[in-house]
């Protein structure tokens, strides 16, 4: 029964495509077989960053493995979803093998990340070549630069009646603003479903990116060999973040599309064919946005979800906010989903993930905001505004509990509501771009899942 790229049985997959439409033959192949294999708790993972189905099974594999022997009474069952996301060739993912190690790259498109792009957006390889010619070739002037911001946003534009171009915002306000995609706000109906960060001044928003960079103090480049560096060569470095920012929008907002569209809708049939059955929903990445938004798509008076655990979840922190403190008008995206669950949902973060520290909150800012990024780029003087679940944990819940990694794993996890583990004592390892970002395979977080669900 177990899947030979993974250790653990039993184990199913689920494979949805970007409108969240599920393979019809695992959907059925797992209501036929969970009752009869005997599952009682099944653990549902969703990947983040990831650019093949081998990738996502390693993951697996080496989350799940220990997972038998801290339960050796439990009845698991274990399910991982595939869905078409990616991963930049320069960010690495510890402990998974050197296919997915990642590589030093300049402003060039690596080749691993191009074929990436192709698979990702498939139909779009014109696109895809004209944006890396330009990333190989640097032209000077503002001029390119801009038409470089215009290539990307076509790149990842959804028309605006597509399924997915519901599911960009992080927060809603209680009346219609101006189109802000990649933040925290909410498009209007009608809106188009692009980044506001190419609706500006697509060159400044390069240099701000390569200023960014250069200050993050985990980079691998110092800023002294940053300002070293020729000048040129650092605005494209700045238009390199620009394309993997605009592919994290595309994510980002595929992510919530495939959680209430595809997952949510499983789990509502999972629960008519196997009552009994309950399920722990484990999501790394945006595929912690990804289960949060399977919550929204839960058929009414589904109670089937007993937890709910975030794994350096790439959104907003104030996603399941009643009301954002610095905008009384706005709430979260997902407040009180939190309720759909018949127990707690467990944000797991890291101070060391400079991917949601550093980058994450300032293309939020660079795509709604006018000021520039010396004023902005670094964390301790962005405020809390636009951090993310990753870095910081849920924020502007009523009720929240906060606990360090240690004080979790020895005392009884609360049964519902928001619970924030700060795991940096564990999740600490990585390379620049995105630090600890992917850094997740620990017998301790396995741990929280376990602790999360009730699970003995």
Known sequence: MADPEVGVTPYWELTFDADGDVDARQRDRLLREVVDRGVKDLIVFAHGWNNDRPTATRLYSRFFDPLPALAPNARLGYVGVVWPSMRFADEPIPDLGRSVTAVSVGPALDKDTRAALLTAFPGRATLIDQIARMLDQQPEGDAALEEYGRLVRLLVELRPEAPGAAFTADTLPDAPLAANTLTDSASPPGAPSEPRMFLGDTARTCREFARALAEDADAELTADRAQAAPRLA???????????????????????????????????RLAQAAPGVRVHLV????????????????????????????????????????????????????????????????????????????????????????????????????????????????????????FTLAEALRTRLPASGCVNIDASAVVRRGGAPAGAHSDICHRELAQVVLAAGRIR
């Open 283 to 402: 999501g790394h990445s945006f595929g912690g946005r990804l289960v949060s938004f399977a919550l929204r798509g839960l058929p009414k008076g589904v109670r089937t979800v007993k937890s709910v655990t975030l794994l350096q979840a790439a959104f907003s922190h104030y996603a399941f906010a009643a009301r954002l403190p610095h905008d009384v008008r706005d709430n979260g995206v997902l407040h009180g989903q939190q309720d759909r669950i018949d127990g707690p949902l467990v944000c797991c973060f890291s101070r060391f993930d400079s991917a949601l520290g550093t980058i994450y909150p300032l293309a939020s800012r660079t795509a709604g905001d006018d000021r520039t990024a010396a004023e902005i780029a670094l964390p301790r003087l962005l405020g809390p505004r636009w951090g993310a679940l990753g870095h910081g944990g849920v924020r502007a819940v009523s009720g929240t509990k906060t």
């Open 234 to 268: 650092r605005v494209w470095g700045g238009a390199h973040e620009l394309l993997r920012q605009a592919t994290y929008f595309a994510m980002k907002r595929r992510a919530g599309a495939v959680g209430e569209r595809g997952l949510g809708r499983m789990i509502g």
